[in-house]
């Protein structure tokens, strides 16, 4: 039989299907203000960048377990940051980034041919994932919508919407966990970024009573640290379930580099970096949040997260798109994230102070 290219398995890479949009937009006289991807536009701190180079003429392969020195600060952080505490360092393994950990999880789980279960509104990359593996995909904002998943992907703060769970949600799926022995993987990557609602991690004792099974989290230094560009990410959760995932990824030679790993240790024990990149998101996002308000927009969610959900009444999310096009400015349409978002647009804080107050000015004017 003729060999199916995997691709053409896979829905529509979304950024390409916004080729005129972005074209149009970049157009502006004063060219554009592009609020459409999450990737980091301040400077690494000089601390993560030392680590960095101090370690870059090693020479050998690096394990893929990571260093213990490194798994301990993952475990060190994890617990000071978040309150994910009862972990050790057989209960954490470094990523080469959280897409690539998302996007093979199923298979790295050996789901083939199984349930994954999605949010409504979701990162696309859950889906790829579950596609890549032959799986079947549901949406799922609830437990009872879930009914024969294998794997569920939760993810608070939540990309695209910044919405925030509470803590009794996340006990319901924990819950849902032990009655079905699904495993529950929570996209933890904007836990540090809260405005208005204080978001917490499935691996809090609040939320798992001390018991972690079938649990996973997953974390990212491309947020709060900067670090989009080193691909330095981790999971942590139930030991059994790490260690399955690290013989698969063993195997896959899918190791940290390890100039990265020093640096993902100088990021990890240094929470100060984290706290004064938060502070500059949050003046960049009261002053989109004012300025698209008055633009006749409503922001719904958006309690945590590096992004603002935004609505216009009447408007489809490539209406949307479209309007603000016309004004020099490029978001990231709803529908990118599933049905339920073609309503919306994502407008990111990921542009410079300078290039936000140029968008604050098109969007009033």
């Known amino acids: 039989m003729p060999r199916t290219p995997l691709g053409s398995k896979l829905p529509d890479f979304p950024w390409d299907t916004i080729a005129d949009v972005k074209e149009r937009a970049a157009a502006h006289p004063d060219g554009i203000v592009d609020l459409s991807v999450g990737t980091p536009v301040d400077p690494v701190s000089p601390s993560i960048q030392l680590a960095l180079s101090e370690n870059a003429a090693e020479p050998g392969y690096p394990q893929t377990v990571g260093t213990t020195e490194l798994r301990q600060a993952i475990v060190d952080a994890l617990a000071r940051r ?3 505490v009862g972990l050790g360092t057989e209960s954490v393994l470094p990523v080469v980034g959280t897409k690539e950990a998302i996007a093979w999880l199923p298979t790295t789980l050996g789901l083939a041919d199984s349930t994954v279960a999605i949010p409504s509104v979701a990162y696309p990359t859950y889906e790829v994932g579950a596609l890549i593996a032959g799986c079947r995909v549901v949406r799922a904002d609830a ?3 879930a009914e024969g998943a294998e794997l569920v992907f939760i993810n608070s703060p939540s990309n695209p ?11 319901a799926w924990v819950a849902f966990a032990r009655d079905t022995q699904a495993i529950i993987a929570s996209d933890e990557c904007y836990l540090g970024l809260a405005w208005s609602a204080e978001p917490v991690s499935l691996l809090d004792p609040r939320v ?4 972690n099974t079938n649990l996973l989290a997953i974390h990212s230094l491309s947020k709060t640290s900067n670090m989009a560009s080193y691909r330095a990410g981790f999971v ?12 698969a990824r063993k195997h896959a030679g899918l190791m940290v580099p390890g100039p990265i790993q020093h640096a ?3 990021a990890l024990v240094d929470d100060e970096h984290e706290q004064l990149q938060r502070l500059i998101y949050a003046k960049r996002r009261e002053v989109l949040s004012d300025t698209l308000t008055n633009a006749g927009f409503s922001i719904d969610h958006s309690e945590a997260g590096l992004y603002l959900w935004a609505r216009r009444e009447g408007a489809t999310s490539r209406d949307s798109l479209d309007w603000l096009a016309q004004r020099g400015i490029l978001a990231a349409p709803g529908d990118f994230y599933g049905p339920a978002g073609a309503n919306h647009v994502r407008v990111a804080l990921t542009a410079t102070d300078e290039r936000i107050a140029a968008a604050a000015s098109r969007l009033v004017s």
């Open 264 to 266: 993902m240790i100088a």
């Open 82 to 84: 978040y309150n994910a």
């Open 143 to 145: 437990p009872e919508d």
């Open 161 to 171: 919407s910044g919405q925030v769970r509470t803590i009794d949600e996340l006990r």
């Open 236 to 247: 942590a959760g139930d030991e059994a379930l790490i260690q399955e995932l690290l013989l």
């Open 208 to 211: 798992t009573d001390g018991d």
